[in-house]
């Protein structure tokens, strides 16, 4: 069964830098998320992105992040200026379109846990 | 937006118990409410799901019901198993279509002793 996947599964960087996190969403999915989840608390959403362009994103998602699918397969978030509050398990995300007959399940990437110094 | 309250936070239940989850959601515009499982450190995994078009639904030891009216809905586990402990995710979400934004609760930790 395809599968979700992002690189790296951890992250240790120095506050102030800028990371990139990756994710190979499953092949004919169409819609693609990002969700952030601080140790211990729930799943936040971050952005979603479809037909190459953001189509919505929380009040989380501020000018130091960015999201880009530079190819066909990869999906990335960008912190461009890391801070320590940004230290959280980041999941990406993506769904078949259901008004083509998907569903609305959300299959999840295993996480790319950050660690901000 | 959508608030979604998530209770209990904790669950133990003794092995072969029935546990039971509850999840309130306050946009009535909601129609697509998935339930996830997370065991540490790994994924949210979906474990089942029901749309606001019925009323309960059910996969072997799991199911979920709906009250649209009251805005609640609620995750039923019978003869839980040691494999069963994990912390559960409710979401409710208006799905189809360019937006489909779901709001996690925030999670019940469900402990199965053998």
């Known amino acids: 069964e395809p599968e979700v996947t992002q690189t790296p599964s951890h992250q240790v960087t120095q506050m102030g830098q800028e990371v990139i996190l990756r994710c190979v969403p499953i092949s004919n999915h169409l819609y693609f998320y990002w969700y952030r989840q601080i140790l211990g608390q729930k799943v936040e959403f971050l952005v979603s992105?479809?037909?190459?362009?953001?189509?919505?994103k929380s009040e989380i998602f501020d000018d130091q992040f960015s999201v880009e699918r530079p190819d066909g397969s990869n999906f990335t978030l960008k912190i461009r200026s890391t801070k320590l509050e940004d230290s959280a398990m980041y999941f990406c995300?993506?769904?078949?379109?259901?008004?083509?007959?998907?569903?609305?399940?959300?299959?999840f990437g295993p996480g790319t846990r950050l660690t901000v110094l | 937006g959508e608030n979604v309250e998530q209770h209990p936070s904790t669950l133990s239940v003794q092995e072969g118990d029935s546990a039971v989850i509850k999840c309130t959601y306050s946009?009535?515009?909601?129609?697509?409410f998935p339930w996830y499982k997370q065991e540490l450190g790994k994924r949210p995994q979906l474990i089942i799901d029901i749309r606001s078009n019925v009323g309960e639904k059910k996969d072997q030891r799991i199911a979920v019901t709906l009250n649209k009216t009251a805005k609640h809905f609620s995750l039923h586990i019978t003869e839980t198993q040691p494999e069963d402990s994990a912390v559960y995710f409710c979401a409710a979400s208006r799905g189809s279509g360019g937006s489909y934004i779901p709001t996690f609760g925030r999670g019940t930790s469900l402990i199965v002793h053998p």
């Open positions: 946009d009535s515009a909601s129609n697509y």
């Open positions: 995300a993506s769904r078949v379109n259901r008004d083509r007959g998907g569903t609305d399940t959300q299959y």
């Open positions: 992105f479809y037909n190459n362009e953001i189509s919505e």
